[in-house]
């Protein structure tokens, strides 16, 4: 049984999910709200009619193939790219209009966009004083990221991981209620992994409102609460995981009972699909397995084995995206 709390609902917006408690003293200033979003360049059209909403308090992973727009959808949120049409805003408010948007929306993107010839130290330092952040700031984020025994060295010489440890520093920098992130875990080892894992989730747990793109689905899996899928620049599914996961196909109930044929029989209702896949063992559709086990009690049936299966996140991405992908590699499924 889920035992997580039921929220009130989120502010006015295209997304209607809850909103939690430790969210509302951030609600008004740190959520990302795109409407009819549109971005084309010439005759291609990158971005068409997006419209979501991002919350505090939660992950939110920002998933699509390649080419599906996801990369020019979170320029126009940090003021590098003019969507053509609609608007995308932070708080009700364009970035370009934030008065210190360092303090509010922490952004990495590019993670190799530093000065080669710097270092750590002067790269987060030159943001610092940019943005009138305390000196102690940049020495406590470089120990945070374990960057602090290598903040002397030029940033050129810094591995894929140890780049994006640095981007990560630069993002929080400001200490901000929103941050972006493209690709986070991109070039990280396990235990880097592990580290972005858990910090991602504290900072959520703040109340902060977390935005990241990635390809790893084992990954957002562990945590990400809400999703937004797009292809080909348009929206496919939106909404908390389990919604898009219900979206892409349903789940079954996996009954392993010697009392098979009766239990098979009680189990029959209304868009529900009872299927023997061996001896023994039943597969359900259209039923919880609190159900089951239930009308199991009821017909007194032995269970040997009650397990819902659903699809993965893997799954559901392939599933939902199968239309939309540019590229399709000969000999997949798709």
Request: proline share 6%; charged share 20%.
């Given at each position: 049984m889920?035992?997580?709390?039921r ?20 609600s ?24 979501f ?81 305390p ?93 937004v ?8 599914a ?10 892409a ?16 029989t009680a ?17 359900v ?27 993965t ?22």
């Amino acid at each position: 049984m889920d035992a997580r709390p039921r929220y009130r609902k989120a502010p006015t917006g295209p997304y209607p999910g809850p909103m939690c408690p430790r969210c509302a003293a951030r609600s008004v200033s740190s959520v990302i709200i795109s409407e009819h979003l549109t971005k084309r360049y010439g005759e291609k059209t990158a971005v068409e009619d997006l419209s979501f909403l991002v919350r505090p308090g939660v992950v939110t992973g920002f998933l699509g193939p390649n080419g599906a727009g996801k990369s020019t959808t979170m320029r126009m949120l940090v003021g590098l790219d003019r969507p053509t049409d609609g608007h995308i805003s932070v708080g009700g408010q364009r970035y370009s209009d934030l008065p210190d948007p360092l303090r509010h929306v922490g952004v990495m993107l590019d993670a190799r966009a530093v000065h080669p010839g710097r270092t750590a130290y002067h790269h987060l330092l030159a943001l610092a004083q940019s943005n009138n952040i305390p000196r102690a700031r940049v020495h406590h984020l470089l120990d945070m990221v374990g960057l602090g025994s290598v903040a002397g060295r030029r940033a050129g010489g810094f591995s894929l991981g140890m780049g994006q440890r640095l981007g990560v520093a630069a993002a929080l920098l400001g200490d901000p209620e929103v941050l972006v992130l493209d690709e986070p875990v991109n070039g990280l080892d396990p235990d880097g992994v592990l580290w972005m894992r858990r910090l991602l989730t504290r900072l959520a747990l703040e109340g902060r409102t977390v935005f990241l793109s990635s390809h790893l689905m084992s990954e957002l899996a562990l945590i990400a609460e809400d999703l937004v899928v797009i292809g080909q620049g348009k929206m496919l599914a939106s909404g908390t995981v389990e919604d898009v996961l219900a979206s892409a196909g349903p789940s079954t109930v996996r009954v392993t009972t010697p009392d098979a044929g009766r239990l098979a029989t009680a189990l029959q209702g209304p868009g529900v699909t009872v299927a023997s896949t061996e001896q023994h063992r039943l597969e359900v559709s259209g039923r919880t397995a609190a159900e089951i086990g239930e009308i199991a009690s009821a017909e007194g049936a032995i269970l040997h084995e009650l397990s819902a299966h659903g699809l993965t996140l893997e799954e559901a991405f392939m599933t939902i995206t199968q239309n939309s992908v540019e590229y399709n590699t000969e000999g997949t499924n798709r």
